[in-house]
């Protein structure tokens, strides 16, 4: 399955993210500077999972809040066309509830693709323009963050 996170608000027309490999955690940048985006993220902010085809968030206790359609939640579904905010980070969920076809937005429409593969060796990606990291949950235990 892959999934496009299409930014919105602060960062329109930035590089959309695009996922094809679940679980992922949504983290606070490791490095610094820390950007006002990045600072309203915690370090381990969100989980997301893939459940009988369905994307499915669960807020790991951030301080800011996971936000699924502007309501605080704790775990939700993101089906297509949700609109999900960590931190001052806010992404349009583009995927296809068949998995077949390329997502809207994937194409380069609204900023490049942006991959995160399981196979990439660092415990995590800085996604530019963004206040997050995306983690490979699989590493999650195995790498621990400052």
Known sequence: MQVAFMPLGQAPGGPTILIRQFPVILARPARTPLTPEACTVSPYHCRIDVEDGVLVVRDLGSKYGTFVNESRVREACLWPGSKLTVGLNSYFVCYSLSNRGVPYGTNGENGTPRD??????????RTPGTGIDIIDASSFNEHPRA
């Open 116 to 125: 995160t593969e399981k196979s990439d060796p660092r415990p995590s990606q």
